[in-house]
């Protein structure tokens, strides 16, 4: 069966090549369904991606931990407040963090400091904070010159790029800055302008706490593989604090009870997301902060639908073009036997003269199936380039990076032969069937 | 020795309430080399004959020996080998692919050959096969490129290049002229003289049934008469206008 391949290759590109605008036509559902299937896919991953990169970038899959407990509302809503400043926050924590939780991409420790440093002898008065090198990935920061502090380095600084402006007017890198009896070459620009980092002098934290001497941690900042799972990760870590800290555990739906009653331990630490830190701002009303207080579920819910809309646009997009690429498939595998059964009425006479000569039925058969299948294994590939070509169109001009993988090409093809397979076999049956006494007295 | 046992053959046809009795009762030796025309009028059942003698068709009933096999019951997919290996058919409409060589023509049965040719062989087959024929500078050409005469020549050439044990030929100078249905009779003639090849031809002409060793007759599904002929060999078209005797004949008689 195999062995007649070649020939029953030559026999399809041949009794293809005579009709070619009857070809062509043929084929044209297919290579629509297939340029659909994959400027869908190519759309797909790239939206899919791009959606993830702004989500992550906007800083919603970030987690603070801060240490302490500053309860806002206090007295004038009738909160108990919370523990106030703490020094029980240490790096195991952090390491704890990253251990136990699922689905953490990044954690870097983190003390805050404002003090003046000097250059140059200048003093300047502004905000240090020591990092580790993941707090550039947890960021997604660009270096506009130089780069990260190296892992290991301990007297390595970044800095924000107003302040390089300021104290430096521009040209920071090389700098040496002196802090608290350390001296700091800065290595590189940070381009960051969330919140106040551009004001900001980046130090390895571990240098920062020796000079400070003391042992406990300010922040911890986490990063979440996925945006989405923050409320999750924001739970588990409140959990395992608690833990560690030894605070005994409680159901936060009786959080507010428990805290009026007085009876429980609060947290001496404070785990905030992006989102519920975003919401906060301008919002220091003490109603506000209440509802923000106590309403742990609230960004939570914000993150959920957040990404849940964004999935949906996201799946509802995929789906039409799924399903212009379904139908098209479907009405294309219709042309296609349509024009096998024309080709076989057409040629029933060869039909049956090729069964004088010895043609078994399955001889037959295979030889219309190898034409069906070529048919719409010649669109497929005209289909993947035009749906290589709209994906390019398309995603530069939405501004969407297009990418299709190897697998997702093979695919295609794969769609398209299988199609041929399907509506081809009911033409390549019937010609098998043909009597070879009646093919060859048609006229 | 016999090429051909036909013993008590029937053939009936069923259409809705009506049984059509193609073939009666047919009982027919035919030795190897022989030149056997089949004649009878329209609905005599020489065709019916044809098919089952070329394995396109079984009987209803009866036994058909074929170099000494019985193949009158085997399946269809074995009787495709058969026609393959054994049975060269020559058609009246030649049955050509069009838009193909004369020489892809010819390898249409080699195509079916078991075990597989490779395409070398099968072209080599192919040319050989129309040098025999004298068409060896008309191997590149098309159907539609080539006379009447050229094109059936192409036919015999693809009925003989599996070097077949019989050629069946129905009606193959219906579609020609006078002088070109001779050439392709004489061809016939060479074929069996010089490769021994039986050929039963199937023709309601008698002028060309003429040209056979045998002529059988039929009617209403039965042989009538099955006489030996000393072959026609007169080869002069102008001597031989056979197809405008008749109405010479009928306007003597008028």
Known sequence: MFTMLPVNLRLATRSLSRNPMRTLLTMLGII????????????GTGARGTVEDEVASAGTNIV????????????????????????????????????????????????????????????????????????????????????MLAPGAANEAVIGSTLAQTMFGGNAVGQEVELRGNTYTIVGITDSAIDDQPEILFVPWQTLQQSMDISHLDSITIAAEKAGETSRISGEVSVLLRARHGIESRDDVNFLAAQSGGGVEPDDFTVETQAAQALTKGLYTPAAAFALANLPKLDEVTLDEMANTLDRASNTMTALLASIAGVSLIVGGIGIMNIMLVSITERTREIGLRMATGARSADVAMQFLIEAVTLSVIGGCIGLILGLLSAKVIGWSLGWPASVSLTAMAMAIGIAATIGLIFGSYPARRASLLDPIDALRTE | ????????????????????????????????????????????????LMHILGCLDRPTSGKYMLNGNDVSGLPMEALAEIRNRQIGFVFQGFNLLPRTTATENVEVPLLYSRPVLTSAERKDMALSALSSMGLADRVDHHPSQLSGG?????AIARALVNNPAIILADEPTGNLDTKTSIEVMKLLQELRKEKGITIILITHEPEIAAYGTRIISMRDGLVVSDEANTPREDFDETRTAYKAEPVVAAAAVE
Not at chain 1, 32 to 43: D, E, R
Not at chain 1, 96 to 112: H, K, Q
Not at chain 2, 32 to 47: L, M, R, W, Y
Request: no cysteine; charged share 15%; hydrophobic share 40%.
């Open chain 1, 32 to 43: 629509i369904g297939v340029a659909a299937v994959l400027t869908m896919v190519a759309l």
């Open chain 2, 150 to 154: 050229q094109q059936q020549r192409v």
């Open chain 1, 64 to 147: 603070f931990v801060k240490s302490g407990n500053y309860t806002r509302g206090g007295d004038s809503v009738g909160i108990a407040a919370g523990r106030g400043a703490a020094t029980t926050l240490i790096e195991a924590d952090a390491n704890a963090i990253l251990d136990n939780i699922a689905g953490i991409r990044a954690v870097s420790p983190g003390l805050s400091l404002r003090t003046f440093i000097s250059s140059n002898g200048e003093n300047v008065f502004t905000r240090v904070l020591g990092i580790a090198v993941e707090f550039s990935d947890i960021y997604s920061w660009n270096m506009t010159s130089g780069r």
């Open chain 2, 1 to 48: 020795m016999s090429v051909i046992t036909l013993e008590n053959i029937k053939k009936t046809y069923y259409l809705g309430d009506n049984t059509v009795n193609a073939l009666r009762d047919v009982t027919l030796n035919v030795e190897e080399g022989e030149f056997v025309a089949i004649t009878g009028p329209s609905g005599s059942g020489k065709s019916t």
